[in-house]
């Protein structure tokens, strides 16, 4: 497993039945995980003090039950990219800090490919994968079917210092966009993309992961360049083994020489040797 060890503004605090204890910067926040199994807390007075608990209703969804004052959003910084965080509906701040283990891994590929690096990022949501790629020059083409999510990813580029750098929003189906790019003969060296397991675009097609990702990934094969540096899927699909994913890439990259690798993210929890699988990668690397 691949654990993101290296947040300085994020932690897990403790864990424990089917809820996280988390801190993101100057504030902690408990939230409902269904890989959260086990009963007993490790630190049981550390709870009280949270700011904010999302308990999810008997009925569906769920709501922010505020305990301490907490701002409508505040800034994390990992290494030097800045986010942007806000308790949303659904238990979401906006950011997926295990991400951080795939931002790492791209940073460094772009960086070691010394010529430039057009990326195609989709299902792009509020951006961190954008952030981490403009950082270390990389153009960036950032797909989401959502405005919103796309409004907030524009801040954490601004927020990250980056809005200069070569970036170009588009709030698309990303099937339908990706369509478009390859009419248009566009291209890309790396193309990331974290699906979600059921969505609908924006003039309400269907989205359904097990479905729709293998016909994604071959059609997202046609707007590849000549000499591609990488090809990222992450998803959080419950079911779905991190070999599929790899065998998806061995199946549409085939003409492609390369290395194929795949297998879980997590995040530790403080001063433990407990780790929190939270999803899945397959990678296709030049």
Not at 238 to 254: C, D, F, M, P
């Amino acid at each position: 497993m691949n654990i993101a060890t290296n947040w300085k503004d994020y932690e897990i605090l403790d864990m424990a039945n089917g809820e996280k204890l988390e801190r993101w910067g100057e504030y902690t926040l408990i939230r409902p995980d269904p890989q959260i199994i086990w009963k007993e807390k490790t630190y049981p007075e550390k709870w009280k003090r949270a700011n904010a608990t999302y308990t999810r209703s008997k009925t569906g969804g769920g709501a922010w039950n505020y305990k301490n004052k907490l701002p409508a959003a505040w800034q994390i910084k990992y290494k030097n990219l800045i986010f942007n965080i806000k308790p949303m509906g659904f238990k979401h701040t906006g950011l997926f800090p295990e991400q951080a283990v795939n931002w790492d891994w791209m940073i460094e590929k772009i960086k070691n490919a010394k010529r430039p690096i057009k990326v195609l990022n989709l299902f792009a949501y509020t951006g961190g994968a954008t952030v981490a790629c403009l950082s270390v020059g990389a153009s960036v083409c950032h797909v989401d079917s959502s405005k919103g999510m796309v409004a907030w990813a524009k801040e954490n580029v601004i927020s990250s210092k980056l809005n200069e750098k070569p970036v170009r929003y588009i709030v698309d189906d990303v099937i339908k966009f990706v369509t478009r790019e390859i009419r248009r003969g566009n291209t890309y060296d790396a193309i990331i993309m974290d699906p979600p397991s059921y969505g609908r675009g924006t003039s309400g097609e269907v989205w359904q992961f097990e479905e729709n990702i293998s016909e994604l990934v071959e059609l997202c094969t046609k707007v590849l360049s000549n000499k591609p540096l990488f090809f990222l899927i992450n998803s959080y699909t419950t079911g779905i083994s991190a070999e599929v994913l790899g065998n998806i890439l061995k199946i549409n990259l085939k003409r492609y020489k390369g290395k194929i690798s795949s297998g879980e993210i997590g995040l530790p929890m403080k001063n433990s040797n407990l780790i929190l699988p939270c999803g899945i990668y397959g990678r296709w690397e030049e």
